[in-house]
């Protein structure tokens, strides 16, 4: 790790201190080697002051206990139709599984408490078929998770329901996290999986709405019932209030660590609130652009710019936002004759290339450019003439465009910087 690695982990920082994350574990996870990661991600996680809430699913140890017993079951995950045998089998399993979840909590000295917090009723008949012993989550306890919260006591919530008449339910757990994050008023939800969730999505986006993991579902029919289900439920969260619930996969080296504290993340998030923000930079971004773009200056990307130049200037600068934090950068400097305007300073932080940002900002530097009634834009670049070809701009030997002291600057810095313009149609 650098100490640029180091700045980006400390910007989450104060954003996540004394937050609520509910986190939602598969059952074949806990039994992985990758639990042992997770535990201690939650005990840094902890030590931050994040108010953890840990929901666990089961489905890996009630199949394997069903078949060590030669019971055949009528399903395994709470969504379907939940048998006697299956329920007694499911009991056992989830029992078991919670106890060692308390186990495994103690050794890495974290307080923790099983939470008996969820009210729910029969599923009933549903399409025809009478779901037996399978519940749907009515309300959760929140003063009881709030009480273990504020005596910094972990809890953990086991995908069981009760009735009101003490009737027990199997509910599903992925249903009781976004349930749980809801009545919590919970900053985020992060399910962890063994499947990795970009690979299981195609690869798409890594930043979807609630619209987007709808529509993907829909479309998606051979979609594995696991990340359907999560899909769905991280949508419903978000339109709940859960502003971001994230899908990781706990092969992931340090799964949560560097999903929670990179712009980028290593999952697939949903979100309700604005994550990505384009917006003109204002006087307090000098610092944060001096840092950007003395980086670039460093791999001979981008030529020096001081400190007085760029608040001097701060009125041409577009910044790119990523989760609150600038990844980006371009500026639009107008021509003395008004007609055209100069794109300048286009930077991408590292790590944050392929995305789509750099395309992003050259838009927002043409319609900049449009707004102050200017009919072409150019640019001097070395490594980025390439890509700004690609963007629609093409090289030339006009050196009228230039302003007279930008061509002498250009004549003395060696660089050898192309001329590249583009026609705002």
């Known amino acids: 790790m650098n100490f640029s690695d180091l700045r980006a982990i400390l910007q989450y920082v104060p954003q996540f201190r004394g937050c609520t994350f509910v986190v939602a574990l598969d059952g074949a996870v806990i039994e992985s ?16 002051n994040v108010k953890v809430v840990l929901v666990h699913g089961a489905a890996a140890q009630i199949e394997g206990l069903g078949k060590k017993r030669g019971v055949v079951l009528s399903n395994v ?26 186990q495994s909590l103690t050794t890495v000295k974290i307080k923790a408490a ?4 969820i ?25 009881v998770l709030q009480s273990f919260l504020e005596q910094d006591i972990l809890p953990v919530v086991p995908p069981v329901g009760f009735d009101a008449d003490g009737q027990t339910l199997r509910v599903n757990s992925d249903a009781v996290a976004r349930e749980v994050a809801t009545a919590l008023g919970a900053t985020k939800i992060l399910f962890v999986s063994l499947d990795d969730p970009r690979r299981e999505t195609g690869g798409r986006e890594k930043q ?16 594995a019932p696991g990340m359907l289900s999560k899909l769905r439920q991280a949508a419903r969260a978000t339109r709940d209030g859960v502003p971001r619930v994230h899908l990781i996969g706990s092969r992931n080296q340090d799964a949560l660590l560097a999903e929670l504290f990179s712009n980028e993340g290593v999952g697939v998030m949903v979100y309700s609130d604005a994550y990505q923000k384009i917006r003109p930079a204002t006087h307090g971004d000098v610092d944060e652009l001096y840092l ?14 001081s400190r007085a130049e760029i608040q001097s200037a701060i009125h041409d600068y577009i910044v790119i936002e990523i989760d609150g934090n600038i990844v980006g950068c371009v500026a639009v400097h107008p021509h003395p004759a008004g007609d055209r305007a100069e794109l300048a300073c286009l ?15 050259v838009n927002a530097a043409v319609e900049r450019a449009r707004q102050l009634g200017c009919g072409q834009l150019y640019a001097l670049s070395t490594q980025a003439a390439g890509y700004l070809e690609r963007e629609g701009f093409a090289r030339t030997a006009d050196l009228g465009l230039l302003p007279a002291e930008r061509r002498e600057k250009w004549a003395k810095n060696g660089r050898n910087a192309v001329l590249l313009a583009r026609r705002l149609g």
């Open 33 to 48: 080697t990758d639990f042992s990661n997770i535990l201690l991600d939650l005990a840094v996680l902890r030590s931050l």
């Open 77 to 102: 995950d709470g969504t379907g139709v939940t048998d006697e045998l299956t329920l007694e089998v499911s009991m056992d399993a989830i029992s078991r599984l919670s106890n060692a979840v308390m």
């Open 114 to 117: 099983t939470a008996n917090a």
């Open 119 to 143: 009210h729910a009723h029969p599923a009933g008949i549903i399409k025809g078929i009478d779901h037996g012993f399978t519940g749907t989550v009515e309300k959760i306890d929140a003063g």
């Open 208 to 223: 979807w709405t609630a619209e987007d993991a709808l529509h993907f579902v829909e479309t998606n029919g051979g979609l």
């Open 292 to 305: 950007l773009i003395h980086r670039a200056v460093e791999d001979e990307e981008l030529i020096e710019r």
């Open 347 to 361: 930077y991408v932080k590292r790590g944050h290339t392929g995305q789509g940002y750099g395309s992003t900002l």
